[in-house]
């Protein structure tokens, strides 16, 4: 089951850092502030994409997708692939996916969707 609820779109937030951004009312080490382990996670679970860095304009971003929710326990907060999330979507009720866009040239990072996956019961109802 590979259904998105609940989508949640960051673009608006994304172009108003990147509008203060070229404004000069935020400086770059400000956006471009990726914590290591976000730089990590890109690295070793990122999926690449088309886009380029809106900030540098060299790189690729890639984005990052984390995990929240009560019935994912210890997998609470951690990042995962695609094909983590399909396995997880069969397994799981309910669970929010965040995926970050990170730049790993320049360190560019901002939230861009989130969504709900699950099959969409809890596992009391399942029992
Ligand atoms: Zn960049």
Do not use: I
């Given at each position: 089951m590979w259904s998105q609820r609940s989508v949640v779109d960051y673009g608006l937030a994304r172009r108003a850092?990147?509008?203060?951004?070229?404004?000069?009312?935020?400086?770059?080490?400000?956006?471009?502030?990726?914590?290591?382990?976000?730089?990590?996670a890109a690295k070793y679970h990122g999926e690449p994409?088309?886009?380029?860095?809106?900030?540098?304009?060299?790189?690729r971003l890639t984005h990052v997708?984390?995990?929240f929710g009560d019935e994912?326990?210890?997998?609470?907060?951690?990042?995962?692939?695609?094909?983590?999330?399909?396995?997880m979507a069969r397994e799981y009720g309910e669970f929010r996916v965040y995926v970050v866009e990170v730049c790993q040239g320049c360190s560019w990072n901002h939230l861009t969707v989130s969504?709900?996956?699950?099959?969409?019961q809890s596992r009391s109802q399942r029992s």
């Open positions: 850092t990147l509008a203060s951004l070229w404004s000069g009312s935020l400086e770059v080490t400000d956006a471009c502030d990726a914590h290591p382990y976000l730089l990590r994409t088309d886009k380029r860095c809106p900030v540098c304009r060299r790189e997708a984390y995990v994912l326990g210890r997998s609470a907060g951690r990042a995962a692939v695609t094909d983590e999330l399909m396995t969504y709900v996956l699950g099959h969409g």
